[in-house]
């Protein structure tokens, strides 16, 4: 008797299907890929999540619009463009809320912490491994005359612009590449593999020996997991950019006098740095354009050429095959779920059906 109550609270403790189904979504929030998730759609999970924060940002606005014309004391012409003006504002919050919320921004930038800050630990080894090479492109380019001639007259904000330029590059190579990769897992759901991916996620223990093969990934799917991929890349590509810029700030504070700046930059007089005033500003901003055109290069380089695929792109497309082997153990279970097929012996009823919504309220 005692073992059969034994059986009955083991079971009792248990999470039934619907729990485990509605954990790996939770999974899929936090992973920054919440359009994996079976139905995802605005009315139903975007909206929901942003209505907690829409209400007290309408207050706000409405308030700050207040005080100003209770202060400034405007015209009507004046209230009028204050009450649009905080309109605007409002519904820009609103598109900016309801985009990251539908693609997962915050915990996807979250993600770039954690794993920037891994970068950064391990930086001695990533930049050991990386500087070398990308040293052999950019060396010879520190000394040329006519960049610094450029880098003299161009202005910070132009410089941004090159690499944020560089970091689009970086995107739609990226890009090109996710394509084949999800292509290659989804055509590979051996076992074993389905298994690895599953530890440490609501689905462990969960995966069966043939799973069936998923539906095809729609292009709001794909621009989700591209946004993961891009992320990872660039993140890696600015710690190995960050120590290239290190490197040349400091071979130009060695090698770089003034008299050799007065013949580089052709002028006596060259704008010194703000916040190193003995450094030349075309050093600075010479060391950041070299460092960003090396960062694309080392990006792009680790998803092309053999050797630097296994060392830097394999661990940072790991991440997104193991969110599609998930994904095709969750979808394979749900689907069972759906259709009334026992799942371990469990009978497979889902009642009134996963209150994904409701899910997605608690993130």
Same mark, same amino acid.
């Given at each position: 008797?005692?073992?059969?109550?034994?059986?009955?609270?083991?079971? !009792? $403790?248990?999470?039934?299907?619907?729990?485990?189904?509605?954990?790996?979504?939770?999974?899929?929030?936090?992973?920054?890929?919440?359009?994996?998730?079976?139905?995802?759609?605005?009315?139903?999970?975007?909206?929901?999540?942003?209505?907690? *924060?829409?209400?007290?940002?309408?207050?706000?606005?409405?308030?700050?619009?207040?005080?100003?014309?209770?202060?400034?004391?405007?015209?009507?012409?004046?209230?009028?463009?204050?009450?649009?003006?905080?309109?605007?504002?409002?519904?820009?919050?609103? /598109?900016?809320?309801?985009?990251?919320?539908?693609?997962?921004?915050?915990?996807?930038?979250?993600?770039?912490?954690?794993?920037?800050?891994?970068? #950064? $630990?391990?930086?001695?080894?990533?930049?050991? $491994?990386?500087?070398?090479?990308?040293?052999?492109?950019?060396? *010879?380019?520190?000394?040329?005359?006519?960049?610094?001639?450029?880098?003299?007259?161009?202005?910070?904000?132009?410089?941004?612009?090159?690499?944020?330029?560089?970091?689009?590059?970086?995107? *739609?190579?990226?890009?090109?590449?996710?394509?084949?990769?999800?292509? $290659?897992?989804?055509?590979?759901?051996?076992?074993?593999?389905?298994?690895?991916?599953?530890?440490?996620?609501?689905?462990?223990?969960? !995966?069966?020996?043939?799973?069936?093969?998923?539906?095809?990934?729609?292009?709001?799917?794909?621009?989700?997991?591209?946004?993961?991929?891009?992320?990872?890349?660039?993140?890696?590509?600015?710690?190995?950019?960050?120590?290239?810029?290190?490197?040349?700030?400091?071979?130009?504070?060695?090698?770089?006098? @003034?008299?050799? /700046?007065?013949?580089?930059?052709?002028?006596?007089?060259?704008?010194?740095?703000?916040?190193?005033?003995?450094?030349?500003?075309?050093?600075?901003? /010479?060391?950041?354009?070299?460092?960003?055109?090396? !960062? #694309?290069?080392?990006?792009?380089? !680790? #998803?092309?050429?053999?050797?630097?695929?296994?060392?830097?792109?394999?661990?940072?497309?790991? @991440?997104?095959?193991?969110?599609?082997?998930?994904?095709?153990?969750?979808?394979?279970?749900?689907?069972?779920?759906?259709?009334?097929?026992?799942?371990?012996?469990?009978?497979?009823?889902?009642? @009134?059906?996963?209150?994904?919504?409701?899910?997605?309220?608690?993130?």
């Amino acid at each position: 008797m005692s073992g059969v109550d034994d059986d009955a609270l083991r079971e !009792s $403790r248990e999470p039934n299907l619907d729990q485990i189904i509605r954990r790996t979504e939770r999974w899929f929030v936090r992973q920054g890929v919440p359009n994996l998730v079976a139905g995802y759609g605005f009315r139903r999970h975007v909206l929901p999540r942003m209505a907690s *924060f829409l209400g007290p940002a309408a207050l706000l606005a409405a308030a700050a619009a207040g005080v100003f014309v209770v202060v400034a004391r405007p015209g009507p012409t004046g209230v009028l463009l204050t009450g649009l003006v905080a309109l605007a504002g409002f519904l820009a919050l609103v /598109a900016v809320s309801a985009l990251a919320t539908a693609y997962g921004i915050v915990p996807l930038a979250v993600q770039a912490m954690r794993h920037a800050i891994a970068d #950064m $630990r391990g930086s001695v080894r990533l930049q050991g $491994r990386a500087l070398p090479t990308l040293l052999f492109v950019t060396f *010879f380019l520190f000394f040329t005359g006519e960049l610094w001639q450029l880098m003299n007259h161009l202005a910070w904000g132009k410089l941004v612009l090159v690499l944020v330029l560089f970091a689009a590059v970086t995107v *739609f190579a990226t890009s090109a590449r996710l394509r084949g990769e999800v292509d $290659r897992v989804e055509h590979d759901l051996n076992p074993n593999r389905l298994d690895v991916a599953c530890v440490g996620t609501p689905l462990e223990g969960r !995966s069966r020996a043939t799973v069936a093969t998923p539906a095809p990934l729609s292009p709001r799917q794909e621009t989700n997991l591209l946004l993961v991929l891009a992320t990872r890349q660039l993140v890696q590509a600015a710690v190995v950019g960050l120590g290239l810029f290190a490197f040349f700030v400091l071979l130009g504070a060695i090698v770089v006098d @003034d008299e050799v /700046a007065n013949i580089w930059i052709g002028e006596q007089e060259w704008h010194r740095s703000v916040v190193l005033p003995w450094l030349p500003s075309a050093l600075l901003r /010479a060391a950041a354009l070299l460092a960003g055109f090396a !960062s #694309m290069y080392f990006a792009i380089t !680790s #998803m092309t050429q053999t050797e630097h695929r296994q060392e830097f792109f394999e661990p940072v497309i790991g @991440d997104v095959e193991r969110m599609l082997a998930v994904r095709a153990v969750y979808l394979d279970l749900r689907n069972r779920v759906d259709s009334g097929q026992p799942v371990d012996g469990v009978p497979g009823q889902r009642g @009134d059906g996963i209150d994904t919504l409701h899910v997605h309220q608690q993130e």
